[in-house]
């Protein structure tokens, strides 16, 4: 009895309350402000009803003929697409060294979203991992996002991590990129140590098959090359400063006098003071140019730098969120483990913190370049990136870097849509669309940061009330 007892409770935990589906249409959010990303406008007074896992359809009129099953009063409150996570790995390889169990993982996808968070591009892991994640998503025994994957990462001949798929020589290259293709990812993801040659055959041939590839820039291939190949995304904004400043050449060629700098840490603190003293805006206006003309898109996760750069002050300011992460998580978020949080002297976290700011003045200024940016967190191994609740943190930064509120909350709604070719279903609040929204008490067109006063959220067309969330997140944390 005590056996079936566990198995009946973990089943209610897991399908969602909203299930009745006898009627047409079943939910109703009544006399609600739809945030309109697209046009930038709030329309008021609406009714959105809701049937399975579509919207039905976006009226001022209740429809006298249309009987809801379950009715949400809207009324005051504020109605957006959504949030994506565009960066995220929730199977990072690199925690597979603190071996996670299945159950402690599966408990990272109702985080996403219990806070808003109804879709991920998971970056890199586990294609397996990922496809059970879909199919208990898909069947109602796990509450989780919709996920675009890339599976294993494409590096070079040694790769930096476990699981990647490692490219010897360029003769290999279509032989490796369609193995993956026929393994079912969504997109192809490069990375750090690619050599030249096999990252521009490889981007050749994407292109010639007309598949998505994005990632890293390999270390041997500049932002302005990665772009003029046709990569659909460059990520973290990777040595961006550097191809602003007045003197890459030189540090490129490692043509520094370094003075009496011999430690590595302290040459790295060096070269990144002069990176940012050496911003050349008229540089990076051709370089963003180049990224606009390209339709390059471009995935900051200023919030993963931010964390990193200030994580003593914000683990103190975090600890409430600790409860919810597995316990694996939670002991390769620490110094004793994770590489992001080794060698940290005054010195190093000054400039790290100046770096920041930096990638926030590059941020404004590919915005008014016009430059195609996404909200993305790299949540996984970084420390302090929190699954789903980083999204927010990411939009708001973006709005603190010069977007308007608007812009901001485009890089994690529309955008998203836009980017992975799917704004038929996904993106903004409109008849036909899935059912994934997010009823707010604030007007995120007034601030960005209201995004975080989330009164429901709606995946697939089930309601989760802010109390419903709140039990949700408790018997998480519970469960870790």
């Not at 973990?10 to 589906?21: D, K």
């Not at 990922?130 to 989780?144: C, F, M, P, Q």
């Not at 909350?409 to 992975?420: E, K, Q």
Request: hydrophobic fraction near 40%.
């Amino acid at each position: 009895m005590k056996q079936l007892y566990v198995i009946l409770t973990t089943l209610v935990f897991w399908i969602p309350t909203f299930a009745q589906r006898d009627k047409s249409p079943e939910l109703l959010i009544s006399n609600v402000n739809i945030i309109d990303v697209k046009e930038g406008v709030v329309k008021t007074g609406m009714n959105v009803f809701i049937k399975g896992d579509r919207i039905h359809d976006v009226t001022k009129s209740t429809a006298s003929d249309e009987a809801a099953t379950f009715i949400v009063d809207g009324t005051g409150k504020y109605l957006i697409p959504g949030l994506w996570d565009m960066h995220a790995h929730p199977d990072d390889p690199e925690m597979w060294r603190m071996n996670p169990d299945e159950g402690s993982r599966d408990l990272l996808m109702p985080l996403f979203v219990m806070h808003g968070v109804t879709g991920i591009r998971d970056m890199a892991g586990s294609l397996q991992v990922v496809n059970d994640w879909r199919e208990k998503i898909a069947s109602g025994t796990l509450i989780g996002p919709a996920i675009y994957a890339a599976g294993p990462l494409i590096d070079g001949p040694n790769p930096m991590w476990d699981g990647s798929i490692g490219i010897p020589s360029t003769k290999h290259v279509k032989q490796k990129v369609d193995s993956l293709i026929d393994a079912g990812v969504d997109f192809l993801k490069v990375y750090s140590l690619l050599p030249d040659t096999i990252y521009f055959a490889m981007s050749k041939y994407a292109r010639s098959i007309e598949f998505p590839f994005c990632g890293h820039v390999p270390q041997t291939v500049t932002n302005y090359d990665a772009s003029k190949s046709g990569i659909n995304s460059l990520e973290h904004l990777l040595d961006i400063p550097l191809e602003c400043s007045s003197q890459e050449e030189r540090i490129r060629n490692r043509d520094i006098d370094y003075g009496a700098i011999n430690d590595r840490l302290g040459q790295y603190v060096f070269r990144n003071k002069l990176i940012i003293d050496t911003y050349d805006a008229e540089k990076a206006r051709r370089l963003f140019k180049t990224f606009v003309e390209n339709e390059t898109w471009h995935t900051p996760t200023i919030s993963m730098w931010y964390k990193n750069a200030w994580f003593e002050t914000e683990k103190v300011k975090d600890q409430a969120y600790f409860k919810y992460l597995p316990a694996y998580m939670k002991k390769y978020w620490t110094p004793q483990f994770n590489d992001h949080l080794k060698f940290r002297n005054k010195e190093f976290l000054k400039v790290k913190q100046a770096m920041v700011d930096h990638y926030m003045r590059i941020i404004r200024d590919m915005n008014k370049a016009g430059v195609k940016l996404l909200a993305g967190t790299d949540t996984g191994a970084n420390p302090l990136c929190w699954p789903g609740l980083g999204v927010h943190l990411e939009i708001e930064m973006f709005e603190k870097a010069g977007l308007s509120p608007l812009e901001a909350l485009r890089t994690a709604t529309i955008n998203p849509a836009i980017y992975l070719g799917i704004l038929e279903d996904y993106g903004i609040v409109s008849k036909g669309k899935y059912a994934d929204l997010i009823l707010l008490t604030e007007n995120p067109l007034v601030s960005v940061s209201n995004t975080q006063k989330i009164s429901g959220v709606v995946k697939s067309g089930s309601y989760f009330s802010k109390k419903r969330i709140e039990e949700y997140l408790e018997e998480i944390a519970e469960r870790q």
